[in-house]
Nanobody, 114 residues
Framework: QVQLVQSGGGLAQPGGSLTLTCSAS????????MRWYRRAPGKDREMVAH????????RYADSVKGRFTISRDDAINMVYLQMNNLKPEDTATYYC???????WGQGTQVTVSS
């Protein structure tokens, strides 16, 4: 049974930081590229970050480049999203995903507000 279980997120002030984590099970995690997506109210889903195994290749949306960092630990089947210098426009529900698979985390709310 495939599971992607997310944790982290919450409320942060502009300029603050948050870390999202995603724990994977039920598939060969180390062979799959992983992504973080987000969906803000009234907006389309946006790919935020992508990481290929074993973690040497990453890609980011222009809107988060230089502020967010995606990483993975294949030894424990985890993928992370470190979010720094947060902005109110980063407010959204964030989802981890196994690339090209219908494997999704449950979603984590991130709210950036003073």
């Amino acid at each position: 049974q495939v599971q992607l279980v997310q944790s982290g997120g919450g409320l942060a002030q502009p300029g603050g930081s948050l870390t999202l984590t995603c724990s994977a099970s039920g598939f060969t995690f180390r062979t799959f590229p992983m992504r973080w997506y987000r969906r803000a109210p009234g907006k389309d889903r946006e790919m935020v970050a992508h990481i290929s195994p074993p973690g040497t290749t990453t890609r980011y949306a222009d809107s988060v480049k230089g502020r967010f960092t995606i990483s993975r630990d294949d030894a424990i089947n985890m993928v992370y999203l470190q979010m720094n210098n947060l902005k109110p426009e980063d407010t959204a529900t964030y989802y981890c995903n196994a690339f090209l698979q219908d494997y999704w985390g449950q979603g984590t709310q991130v709210t950036v507000s003073s």
